[in-house]
């Protein structure tokens, strides 16, 4: 299972870190990734890594701003998102899978976790 956490409230310009928490099995050997959606939006893929971080990819939108990451000790995945814009306010879910599509990063993954609210306010 994975859990993401870390959303809230926070002032345009402002930085959070979500992190998506693995439990019940181990995915140090699985491409994780992030996505959101907005109300009234489609998902949208935002960044992913392969299983050791050492390939990383990032939606256009918010390359520069967003950075993936990952503890496989701690079997925990990061999104740290800094200069964060109203446009950015959705719910975002972690998710992992053993195959990349670069043309549909959902198609890959097989496990979703649940969403955390992010708002940011203008």
């Known amino acids: 299972q994975l859990q993401a956490s870390g959303g809230g409230l926070v002032q345009a310009g402002g930085s959070l870190r979500l992190s998506c928490a693995a439990s019940?099995?181990?995915?140090?050997?699985?491409?994780m990734g992030w996505f959101r959606q907005a109300p009234g939006k489609e998902r949208e893929f935002l960044a992913a890594n392969n299983w050791n971080g050492g390939s990383t990819y990032y939606a256009d939108s918010v390359k520069g701003r967003f950075t993936i990451s990952r503890d496989n000790a701690k079997n925990t995945m990061y999104l740290q998102m800094n200069s964060l814009k109203s446009e950015d306010t959705a719910v975002y879910y972690c998710?992992?899978?053993?195959?990349?599509?670069?043309?549909?990063?959902?198609?890959?993954?097989?496990?979703w976790g649940k969403g955390t609210q992010v708002t940011v306010s203008s």
């Open positions: 998710a992992a899978g053993s195959i990349i599509y670069r043309s549909d990063y959902a198609k890959g993954m097989d496990y």
């Open positions: 019940g099995r181990t995915f140090s050997r699985y491409f």
